[in-house]
Nanobody
Framework: QVQLAESGGGLVQPGGSLRLSCTGS????????AAWYRQAPGKQRELVAR????????YVDSVVQGRFTISKDNAKNTAYLQMNSLKPEDTAVYYC????????????WGQGTQVTVSS
């Protein structure tokens, strides 16, 4: 099953920054919205940010509003999540996907990329 490849995670101190990348196949992000999700230990996967296929409409969860920015490069079929002012509560495995208008996900979930915020 085709999956996306997430990268860019790591260990960072509180207040630090990371930039996550996610590369898909074909022109998937030109056809569908790109979205980043995260799952912390013992919690359900939750939507962090989503960018429309045209890039003109973005959603960012209120918890990360002002700190995280989602973007994408359709030519590279890559989505990004710039994370600034990271907090320990941002620690989670981060996943990306292509979201259909119905809310369904185009890909199965990959391994994600671990983000750990700790001093």
């Amino acid at each position: 099953q085709v999956q996306l490849a997430e990268s860019g995670g790591g260990l960072v101190q509180p207040g630090g920054s990371l930039r996550l990348s996610c590369t898909g196949s074909g022109s998937i992000f030109s056809m569908f919205a790109a979205a980043w999700y995260r799952q912390a230990p013992g919690k359900q996967r939750e939507l962090v940010a989503r960018i429309s296929r045209g890039g003109s409409a973005n959603y960012v969860d209120s918890v990360v509003q002002g700190r995280f920015t989602i973007s994408k490069d359709n030519a590279k079929n890559t989505a990004y999540l710039q994370m600034n002012s990271l907090k320990p509560e941002d620690t989670a495995v981060y996943y990306c996907n292509a979201d259909l208008p119905s809310g369904a996900h185009y890909y199965g979930w990959g391994q994600g990329t671990q983000v750990t915020v700790s001093s």
